[in-house]
């Protein structure tokens, strides 16, 4: 998947596995924290509108939804994007989408949610570290196999 010939196919990996991706990691949160999806989206809106995000009901719940998505296309760009250029990332697309899941756990842990307008102040224990890490290294896998998987059934087809 290098150079301009990839563009559409790069474009439509990108938009799959960024929309797949971030609705995998709304359910997972849900799962992890023992609450509803539209909990969760409230959560994420949170970022964006504070406390006020909970009271906002199906309004807010897709505000969240919106910005999940929007975060989630832009980390599967920023993937797909370096998976074009750099050809170690398409060949092993889960050593490094695994790896990639972890940077973005990294980066969402702790210097996006800290710099949002949420107002998350507890500190999560091992256990739930270990679990959003997980479903952060489940949504990096998603992100780097959606293309590898849309590259080798064009080639079967």
């Known amino acids: 998947m290098a150079g301009g010939a990839a563009v559409g196919p790069l474009f439509q990996a990108i938009v799959i596995g960024g929309l797949v991706a971030g609705s995998v990691d709304i359910f997972a949160a849900a799962i992890i924290n023992h609450v509803g999806p539209g909990v969760i989206l409230q959560a994420i809106a949170s970022g964006l509108l504070g406390k006020a995000s909970f009271q906002g009901g199906e309004t807010t719940m897709a505000v969240g939804l919106l910005l999940q998505w929007g975060m989630s296309l832009i980390i599967a760009a920023i993937y797909g994007l370096a998976a074009a250029r750099i050809p170690a990332l398409p060949r092993r ?7 990639y899941g972890v940077g973005v756990f990294l980066v ?3 210097v ?5 307008a949420a107002h998350f102040k507890a500190r999560p224990s091992i256990t739930s570290l270990l ?3 997980g479903a952060m290294i489940l949504f990096g896998l998603i992100v780097a196999l959606t293309p590898w998987l849309m590259a080798k059934r ?3 087809a």
């Open 131 to 133: 679990e959003n890490l």
């Open 154 to 156: 064009r080639v079967s």
């Open 112 to 116: 996006v949610v800290p710099l949002s």
């Open 93 to 99: 697309p889960v050593r490094f989408g695994a790896l």
């Open 108 to 110: 969402m842990t702790f």
